[in-house]
């Protein structure tokens, strides 16, 4: 069994943990029964986590969706719903075999084909998942528990795929439903997870019901993370989403609500000081923040236009006006984030500079046209960075013309690839979790593949290639390496700036145990004293 | 008598049709497009055209003004792009809310604002009359989300008597249900309360001077008889009037309302449909709305015949 | 006539002490009147003259003095940027008095003119009443919000928003008005003398209309403070770079429990603003005895 590859890929543990934590609430005597009720980040619209790579669908398609692999709390892959897999032929083909107890809610058992088609599917749409694809020969179902997987080229990561955090998650549905196409979404929702989706209460912008499922059998090992048994205590867990941050406070205050998935910073000092209240870093990795140029239009087709975006940023001003409670938030030049694997500075700018901000912007022939810089006004996180850049790039030369506009129609005006003025963009603001940019192949910002990159569009071919090597590299001297020559270029080509790192911690009333460590909330292990 | 309702019924038909072209076409003259939204993050120019075709979004404007009207005809007000339920489920889901809370809110500002009015009119001139107009106008004065969230400090949060947000349907209990309306529906009134004991008092003014009333208190008439059975009757319809057209107010203002308290109402899913131009949630709402705007107005004139003999059709 | 001339005599004669005796009789007469006019004057004179009354820039951040409550410093206290609240309070009543009087204004022009037109040529006024009673139909915050969605937010966009509602309760007012005049015997006159109709419009039906209209006036103004507001806090207003009291107390809405002076102070000048303009409508009504 080779398990190099996954050691290389993800290694370095302890030294993962960033910023604040406070003691996590273990379940020591778990009650039974209960209903929960949360309140989640945003709304649930899409309910197929292929189609999007929207946090709020990925932590909906946790509830009733299992998956492969999981990863734990110390970023480490572990089996979830594969009881036995191995490699031959130096890694070239895998096989895997599903265990017992595997049951779709509506009754069927999970068998091979579905775990293929599901896998399918997911490979047409994550990045990840597409770099596998493009290494497979193929993948078939062997019998009705275990499939095959062979490579037609070396991959080190297929554990770290099949066992993704973060979206999109490979996650398994049935073969039927696997089989809609990845351009259309899925209609039917039925998975093999420790809770069912019940469809009728869903109350779009309002709540969404789940239950126990009973049918569930959970691993026999500790739950951590997305790995080990998936014990559910509660019957029934209802996401009520409260958009306004006061009220939400209020009802958590009020005993209304039981957890409380994201409160604004400004928030956690009273709730702290709330002796009913608690508060808890899920993902102590943390959450990055980008400001992301246009590299289609002009002014930002110019390096060195972005060039002198890459001086003008301080991350300090930004991180103040972003998220507000320094006790969360930390200054980060490692596009891989700090704390992670391959954390490092190389090709970063030492500090601020705003003379060479202005000197750059000169030298780029900048005709003073507006630049459009997109600001979503219902994210406190993304508006308050949309402020400080306008005044930022205001003092450098720049002729900003900051539009508002809530995060939905950024979402819709961000693909447009035309220029500003008939509806596109030059600059927008965006953040990513940890595990979803802590190494070159799933990082979606770092791709050089120009129009079918991510927003933004940056091109560059050797940024690609070296991608490749890291994704083949045995050694991980070599990708240490690999990995700083791809951050080099990020920067000199200034595919986004980071303007720093934070930790979001999570609030709930005292009589809640078993929130476990995981970038995404999941209700299993969790009980209501 | 049913002649004069069928004529007023057969009237508000082209009304209606107006208003349903007119909220489709403002809908669709629009640079938002819910089908980026929909194709997702990775979508390419193709899956955004396929999309919009699947959606009937690249039709002609008047092919999708007539396919929509011909669904709406037949009871279908479409489906949502975002969520795929029905548009009308939707409605359903969201309508109790709404319709709780507005009349409840009707309720207190009637059973406020019309003894308020009729006192102001009764003691004209005097401080109450005064005091009375004044607060009347202040509270017509103040944002609604002010006044809420004023009242959710105080009532929810110090005092902790009534809860802070959520919304009880009757079937969980009456006392569950009203406990979380309270709030909600004060909040709300206070803008209707103004209205009506405006209208009240200016209308009660203009028959307390009449000769049959100075006759009646002459008689020696207790002051209440002669101001609620013999006054109020005939200054009730400008008051009514004032109620159907308040009714457009209150439900704005629930919009607001529903959006302080977190309830789910057909306020809060319109505004979020509008947000993403998610167009059949939009159109359908703003048709459903606008219907039942133009029915109490219907039944408000039929009232007229009621309260007031002399109007005849 | 021999009464007309001596009135005419005695008008002519009026010394001035005696007009001011007269506009001091209507002052007590119209307390609450004089009481709105005044709050709107010093409140308008406040929003033009914003940076004599001791405020600051409404724009600058300074995060490291986010939150702070009311103090020597900062009046009002600052928000989640640092920002000052009060200066952003006197320079947002400029935003929402621009909206108001531009919404007024604006709305009663096309409205006059919409409901003259449709008075008078009866062959539209089936068609577009329909058109009018269905546009009421709509509530007109829901209306305001989609349009909104239409369109880039922007000062001027929120304006057009906010007319578009207002216009046909205007041309309802005025076509009834126009209807019921049309059949004065002033107006039979001058049509058998054979004047123009736009003529007709302007010298005799117009002037009737004016006290009406100003009342109306006043009311979309104060209206349309409020749905601003509204707007705003739904977050489909005034771009936030602009302060608009609606938007202060938008992105202050998280805050209420933390920091509420940031909803309190704007929230109190806009319910006096627009109490003011109410109690100035109010007055006039009643002085210029309309029903």
């Known amino acids: 069994m080779r398990d190099l590859s996954r050691r290389q890929f993800l290694a370095g543990t302890t030294a993962a943990a960033a910023a604040a934590t406070v003691r996590a609430p273990f379940a020591h005597a778990q009650k039974r029964g209960g209903t929960m009720r949360f309140i989640p980040h945003a709304d649930l619209k899409v309910l197929d986590p292929i189609w999007t790579t929207a946090y709020i669908t990925r932590n909906h398609s946790y509830m009733i969706y299992d998956t492969l692999f999981g990863t734990d709390d110390k970023l480490q892959i572990k089996p979830q719903m594969v009881d036995k897999w191995g490699s031959t032929d130096r890694g070239m083909k895998w096989s895997f075999t599903l265990r017992d107890g595997l049951k779709w809610h509506d009754g069927p058992p999970v068998v091979a084909e579905d775990a293929v088609e599901s896998i399918k599917r997911w490979t047409k749409r994550d990045p990840l998942g597409k770099l596998l694809a493009a290494h497979t020969a193929k993948i078939t179902p062997v019998d009705k528990k275990t499939f095959a997987l062979e490579l037609a080229q070396p991959f080190g990561p297929v554990l770290d795929a099949l066992g993704k955090p973060s979206s999109n998650v490979p996650f398994i549905m049935p073969a039927r439903i696997a089989a809609t196409p990845d351009t259309e979404q899925i ?18 912008g309002n709540q969404v019901v789940y239950v126990r499922n009973a049918e569930y059998v959970p691993r026999g090992d500790t739950p951590s993370g997305s790995t080990g048994g998936k014990k559910v205590n509660l019957d029934k867990v209802i996401w009520r989403y409260i958009p306004d941050a006061a009220t939400a406070a209020a009802a958590l205050d009020a005993g209304e609500i039981d957890w409380w998935e994201n409160p604004p910073l400004d928030f956690v000092p009273r709730i702290e000081k709330n002796a009913a209240l608690a508060t808890f870093v899920t993902d102590p990795r943390g959450t990055q923040g980008w400001v992301r140029p246009n590299h289609l239009q002009p002014p930002f087709n110019n390096k060195k236009a972005r060039q002198a975006l890459l001086y003008m940023v301080d991350q300090p001003a930004y991180l103040q006006a972003a998220i507000g409670q320094p006790k969360f938030y930390k200054t980060c030049p490692a596009l891989f984030t700090c704390g992670g694997p391959w954390e490092s500075a190389a090709g970063a700018p030492p500090k601020q500079d705003l003379a060479r901000a202005r000197q750059l912007l000169k030298e780029s022939g900048y005709d003073g046209r507006p ?38 129609t950024v979402v819709a005006r961000r693909a447009k690839k035309d220029p500003p003025a008939q509806g596109g963009w ?4 965006t953040w990513w979790i940890a595990s979803d940019v802590i190494n070159p192949a799933v990082h979606a910002g770092i791709s050089g593949a120009g129009a079918s990159a991510w927003f933004g569009w940056p091109e560059n071919g050797e940024i690609e290639k070296l991608k490749t090597d890291w994704v083949r590299a045995t050694d991980r001297g070599r990708q240490k390496q690999i990995a700083e020559e791809i951050q080099k270029i990020a920067y000199d080509e200034v595919m986004y700036v980071p303007f720093g790192q934070w930790v979001l911690p999570t609030a709930f009333r005292k009589n809640v145990q078993g929130i476990l460590q995981f970038p995404a909330p999941v209700f299993w292990n969790v009980s209501i004293a | 008598m049913l002649a004069e309702v069928l004529r007023r019924l057969m009237a508000t038909i082209p009304v209606m049709v107006v208003v349903a072209i007119a909220v489709f076409a403002l809908l669709h003259v629009t640079p938002g497009d819910p089908a980026v939204i929909i194709a997702g993050d990775y979508a390419t120019a193709d899956d955004i055209a396929r999309i919009r075709a699947k959606l009937g979004l690249d039709r002609p404007f008047l092919t999708q003004v007539g396919i929509w009207l011909s ?5 279908d007000l479409g489906t949502s792009i975002f969520s795929g339920l029905p548009v009308s489920t939707l409605i359903k889901q969201r309508a109790e809310a709404t319709v709780s809370l507005t009349i409840l809110a009707m309720l207190i500002s009637v059973g406020v604002g019309v003894p308020l009015g009729i006192v102001a009119a009764w003691k004209k001139g005097s401080w109450i009359d005064r005091l009375v107009m004044v607060v009347a106008v202040s509270g017509f004065s103040m944002p609604v989300f002010w006044l809420g969230f004023v009242l959710v400090y105080v009532f929810a949060i110090s005092f902790a008597w009534l809860p802070v947000q959520g919304y009880q349907p009757l079937a969980a209990g009456l006392w569950p249900f009203l406990r979380h309306l309270i709030l909600p529906a004060v909040t709300l009134s206070v803008i209707y309360m103004a209205l009506v004991a405006r209208m009240t008092r200016a209308s009660m003014l203009g028959v307390l001077g009449e000769d049959y009333i100075r006759t009646a208190f002459a008689k020696g008439l207790p002051p209440g008889r002669v101001l609620v059975r013999h006054a109020l009757k005939n200054a009730s319809l400008p008051v009514v009037t004032i109620i159907g057209i308040g009714f457009a107010l209150l439900i704005g203002g629930a919009v607001v309302t529903e959006s302080v308290f977190a309830l789910p109402g057909l306020g809060r899913l319109t505004v979020d449909a509008i947000v993403r131009r998610d167009y059949p949630v939009i159109q359908g709402v703003l048709l459903i709305v606008s219907g039942v705007y133009v029915l109490i107005n219907l039944v408000i004139d039929m009232l007229y015949v009621v309260l007031d003999p002399r109007i005849r059709y | 006539m021999a009464i007309a001339s001596r009135d005419l005599a005695l008008d002519v004669a009026t010394p001035r002490a005696d007009r001011l005796a007269r506009a001091g009789r209507a002052l007590r007469r119209h307390p609450t009147l004089m009481a709105g006019a005044v709050a709107l004057v010093v409140i308008v004179i406040a929003a033009v003259s914003a940076p004599l009354w001791w405020t600051g820039d409404p724009l600058q951040m300074r995060p490291i003095q986010r939150l702070r409550p009311p103090s020597a410093e900062a009046w009002f206290g600052t928000d989640h940027f640092g920002r000052d609240i009060y200066t952003r309070t006197i320079y947002g009543a400029r935003i929402s008095l621009t909206v108001g009087a531009a919404v007024s204004a604006i709305s009663l022009v096309f409205g006059t003119t919409l409901g003259l037109v449709i008075g008078f040529y009866r062959r539209l006024d089936t068609v577009m009443m329909r058109v009018m009673d269905g546009v009421m139909a709509i509530p007109a915050i829901l209306l305001a919000l989609a349009l909104m969605a239409l369109m880039r937010a922007s000062v001027r966009n929120v304006i057009i928003a906010l007319v578009i509602p207002e216009i046909p309760r205007v041309t309802r007012v005025v076509r009834a008005s126009v209807l019921s005049l049309r059949e004065h015997l002033m107006v039979e006159g001058a049509r058998a003398l054979g004047v123009g109709t736009p003529r007709i419009l302007v010298r005799y039906i117009l002037p009737a209309l004016v006290a009406p209209l100003l009342v109306q006036g006043t009311y979309i103004c104060a209206s349309a403070i409020l749905v601003e507001a509204y707007l705003s806090f739904l977050g489909a207003g005034t771009p936030p770079v602009v302060p608009s009291w609606g938007n202060i107390m938008a992105e202050g809405r998280a805050y209420v429990q933390l920091a509420f002076w940031i909803i309190l102070f704007p929230g109190i000048f806009l319910a006096a603003t627009v109490l003011a303009i109410n109690l100035v409508g109010d007055g006039l009504r009643d002085a210029l005895d309309v029903r």
Do not use: C, Y
Request: aromatic share 10%.
């Open chain 1, 187 to 204: 209609k039917e929702f039925v998975g093999s997870g420790p809770f069912r989706f019940v469809k009728d209460e869903w109350q779009p």
């Open chain 1, 371 to 408: 630049v459009v810089v997109l600001d979503p006004t219902d994210i406190a996180l993304t508006h308050g960075a949309a402020l400080v850049t306008r005044e930022l790039m205001t003092q450098i030369g720049f002729n900003v013309d900051l539009q508002s506009m809530d995060w939905s």
């Open chain 1, 426 to 429: 030059n600059l927008l603001f």
């Open chain 2, 71 to 75: 669904q709406v005809v037949r009871g």
